[in-house]
């Protein structure tokens, strides 16, 4: 079932039951009036009665006939009778000499007790008065059948079934036409999104100008688009860069094989090829293991938080650093530790915060003219703050934009060992931390890497 269709039937669902529950209490109300009005007729019709009576029984039997035809809401198939205390028939006038009717035996008690009592026998109302003439109890009864009342109650509920009828319709007709009205930007974005494919991203979809909710669900289809492209324009770089990357030992571990198959050849040179082959495979383990981590990486819910101090990383990455790059001065400058140790702990996963400050560290060692790396860190406003400073060539704007993508190096990359994997990975560590990573180069300060992270503190705040 269409979601308009569903909306149509609701609408006229909920526009019908208004209706007839409105018709219905309509059509009770008027009843009850009616019902109402009737009574009062009987009464006053029996007081009317009991008058004539007293005055003389010849009377009222002529009288009788011609009281209804005064009246535009006659009585039918009435009867009157009069009881004494004994409920002895003293008086009685009938349209039909066969009816017989009595009052239930119920109803003269309770006038006996009230004065006077109402009750319906069949299509007819009946009203049985209790009143004392001569120090004598006299019971006046009265029963007949309301046609006009009738009338208007079939006239009534006739039109309003009709009404109710013709309000169903045009309820669900208006509610096709308005539902298919508002749903047709849906459609259309239907049918917009249905032209997209994985090969092509590049269309969006008409917001419009309106201001509501369609317009909302188009920009957010527009900014999921936009993801999808760039996920796709990176995953496609990345997995041409990493073939190309990959097949480059390969070639050359298999073109050295095969030379050396070619002849015998002496021990040194064997020694030579198995060498070369063996860095080949070292290579070959560090892009492997580079891949890994970014793949790793590539999914939030895959590592593991726990609560990491940072100084404690940056000096352990500090550490192993010197040990690599012995010929590299590294300054380190730390602020003064809040009281709050909080301030100093992030919720997040150790190793691989040690693999972003060893990257950026490693970085500096192979790229700084002077040999020297500058690491501050700082605490403030419940954020931790790193900076990396280098006195490297100066990176063009150009190279900036593109210094966190896989594979990319800068042209002071040439003849220096890496795959152009570390910032890329280093970025998206950073991001599943819920921190950022900017770079800046300028002639007077070198290139400069810096790092904010939200400390465990600030976390507990929200």
Avoid at 403 to 425: E, H, N, T, V, Y
Wanted: aromatic content about 10%; some cysteine.
């Amino acid at each position: 079932m269409s979601i308009r269709l569903k909306i149509s039937l609701l609408f006229t669902v909920l526009v019908s039951s208004f209706l007839i529950i409105s018709f219905l209490s309509i059509s009770k109300w008027l009843e009850s009036k009616n019902i109402s009005q009737f009574q009062q007729r009987l009464k006053d019709r029996t007081s009317a009665i009991v008058r004539l009576w007293e005055i003389s029984d010849t009377l009222i039997q002529n009288v009788m006939s011609n009281l209804d035809t005064t009246s535009l809401a006659s009585f039918r198939n009435k009867y009157v009778a009069i009881y004494d205390g004994n409920k002895k028939i003293r008086y009685r006038f009938y349209e039909n000499p066969t009816d017989t009717t009595t009052p239930p035996p119920v109803s003269f008690n309770k006038a006996g007790e009230t004065g006077e009592t109402f009750f319906t026998e069949g299509f007819r109302d009946g009203y049985l008065l209790s009143y004392t003439d001569r120090n004598q109890k006299y019971y006046a009864f009265i029963i007949a059948r309301d046609e006009y009342r009738e009338n208007v109650s079939n006239n009534l509920k006739a039109v309003l079934w009709i009404v109710a009828t013709a309000g169903i319709l045009l309820s669900f007709f208006a509610g096709w036409f308005f539902s298919g009205f508002i749903l047709r930007p849906i459609k259309r974005i239907v049918g917009e999104v249905t032209l997209f494919s994985t090969s092509d991203l590049s269309n969006r979809i008409s917001a419009g100008n309106t201001k509501d909710e369609l317009n909302a669900l188009a920009k957010t289809f527009n900014d999921l688009l936009d993801r999808l492209e760039d996920s796709f324009l990176i995953q496609r770089r990345f997995i041409s860069n990493a073939s190309h990357e990959l097949s480059t030992p390969l070639t050359s571990m298999s073109s050295q094989l095969e030379i050396g198959l070619l002849q015998k050849r002496s021990s040194e040179d064997y020694e030579k090829i198995m060498r070369s082959v063996s860095e080949e495979v070292h290579v070959m383990s560090e892009l492997t293991k580079s891949l890994l981590e970014i793949a790793r990486t590539g999914n939030e819910g895959a590592i593991e938080l726990s609560d990491v101090r940072i100084d404690e990383v940056v000096m352990k990455a500090v550490a192993n650093v010197k040990k690599s790059y012995p010929e590299t001065v590294l300054i380190v400058h730390f602020a003064d530790l809040p009281e709050d140790e909080n301030e100093c702990i992030i919720p997040g996963n150790s190793d691989l915060l040690y693999s972003v400050f060893k990257n950026i560290i490693e970085n500096g060692c192979k790229y700084s003219k002077d040999k020297k790396i500058n690491v501050n860190l700082n605490f403030t406003d419940k954020k931790i703050i790193l900076d990396f400073a280098n006195n490297s060539d100066i990176l063009t704007e150009d190279e900036l934009e593109k210094i966190f993508q896989p594979f990319f190096r800068g042209s002071s990359a040439s003849g220096k060992p890496g795959f152009g994997l570390g910032l890329s990975l280093t970025r998206r560590i950073l991001k599943l931390h819920n921190g950022t990573l900017s770079v800046s180069s300028h002639p007077a300060q070198g290139t400069h890497f810096h790092i904010e992270l939200f400390s465990k503190a600030a976390a507990n705040q929200f």
